[in-house]
């Protein structure tokens, strides 16, 4: 039987380095988002082949997502950090200096693949340190923090980074720079953070998972998966708008690219800004309101607005375009408090917690696009909207199901218990 559980009394601030250790790490993971297929094209890959390099580097990465935070708690999040750390810069290095020079289609496909092990390892350790760290009252705000660093470098700062770079380095040196910027906030991120023990001493080791367990566990908790899913749907349509939205935009309503650009880096502004202000907010409201009303029926509403707005206004109103671009980075951003929410499941294994969301987000990668891929064929852009939206209200009616566990001990007295309370009660 598991004793009494260690209350986290650690605040936002006690991670500093870690939170300017993964701006970094971001930054250096996203200079290569905007011109990399381009680039193994020259190396003599086909589009075909570049694509596949995208595809595997994808399944690894939902797969580090997946283990992150079970490793975190077996061997420890600084363990875990540090893998994530090597597992960028090896397989980079090997990059750069066998694979790319030889023109070896298999060893790109390799060692890149290999390298999307490395970032959900760092970011997702560190995210699963801070969650079970951090005092429970604060923990949607820590969360906010952690998604502001990780948009802020990834793709939004990484992007400009590689805009002032690519002219002077060109594009091979280029992914040089983005190793030092990489190795720079690995290490910076290592800074202060503990050697932990791969579980508190006053509890007992957990007990080993296996199929059988796993099952158990999801069985007695089904709100573990509900948090998977609505972490799969709050990322989706980023990921589909980024397939069809561009030519959306220039080619069936006639708007120039640059508004499209404009549109696009305008969402991740805003939901840069809104990830921290919706984590503070959750704290002082409700984990799970915040979710169902900014998130889950926020971004239904503004997801038919992405259709109808550029339709109408585009040409005539730019501003409400953009107007648009905000209000959905800001409910996007209405999401932020899962990763608050996730870890009081199971209290006593939260680094298992955190796998099922960090699963669900990189599900989100694959399952924006697929939606794309199913249904523009036959309902047009608009359909894929529509769907996107029915998927967003749908996160919402999950949220509502999610029941959490009481825990005792945790939260002062004088103090909201955020996962407990819903916004409709206020």
Not at 333 to 346: D, T
Request: net charge neutral.
């Amino acid at each position: 039987m598991l004793g009494q559980l260690a209350i986290p009394n650690k605040t936002p601030r006690d991670f500093a380095f870690q939170y300017i250790g993964l701006l970094l790490f971001m930054i250096g993971d996203g200079v290569e988002v905007g011109y990399l297929s381009p680039f193994l094209v020259q190396c003599g890959l086909s589009e075909h082949q570049a694509a596949l390099v995208f595809t595997l580097y994808g399944v690894a990465a939902a797969i580090s997502a997946w283990t992150a935070g079970l490793l975190c708690d077996a061997i420890g999040c600084r363990k875990v950090v540090i893998a994530g750390i090597a597992l960028w810069t090896i397989p980079q290095i090997l990059f750069l200096s066998v694979a790319v020079p030889a023109h070896s289609t298999w060893g790109i496909l390799l060692t890149y693949s290999i390298r999307g092990l490395g970032y959900p390892l760092l970011a997702y350790g560190i995210l699963t340190l801070v969650v079970k760290e951090v005092r429970q009252e604060q923990r949607g705000l820590a969360s906010g923090i952690f998604w502001f660093c990780f948009t802020c470098g990834l793709p939004t700062l990484g992007t400009v980074v590689a805009s002032f770079a690519l002219p002077v380095f060109g594009d091979y040196r280029t992914f040089w720079l983005a190793l030092v910027i990489v190795v720079a906030g690995g290490g910076l991120a290592l800074v202060s953070l503990d050697n932990e023990k791969a579980y508190r001493p006053t509890q007992q080791p957990p007990e080993r998972l296996t199929p059988a367990t796993l099952g158990q566990i999801c069985r007695a908790n089904p709100s573990l998966l509900l948090v998977c899913v609505v972490r799969a749907i709050n990322s989706a349509a980023t990921h589909g708008i980024l397939v069809f939205m561009p030519f959306y935009f220039v080619q069936a309503l006639g708007l120039s690219n640059d508004l499209w650009i404009r549109f696009l880096e305008t969402i991740f502004a805003s939901n840069i800004v809104f990830n921290v202000f919706f984590g503070a907010i959750s704290d002082r409201l409700s984990w799970r309101g915040t979710i169902l009303w900014a998130g889950g029926i926020g971004s239904s509403v503004v997801s038919v607005m992405l259709y109808w707005v550029p339709a109408l206004y585009g040409h005539s109103h730019p501003w409400a375009v953009y107007a648009t671009a905000i209000l959905f980075g800001l409910t996007l951003a209405g999401y932020v408090p899962l990763s608050a929410l996730a870890p009081s499941l199971l209290p006593e294994r939260k680094g298992l917690a955190m796998s099922f969301l960090n699963f669900g987000a990189g599900c989100s990668v694959w399952l924006g696009p697929l939606v794309v891929y199913a249904f523009e064929p036959f309902f047009g852009v608009s359909g894929v909207l529509y769907i996107y939206a029915g998927l967003f209200f749908l996160s919402g009616i999950l949220v509502s199901w999610i029941k959490i566990p009481p825990q005792t001990g945790t939260v002062p007295q004088n103090h909201p218990d955020p996962s407990q309370l819903s916004l409709a009660q206020l």
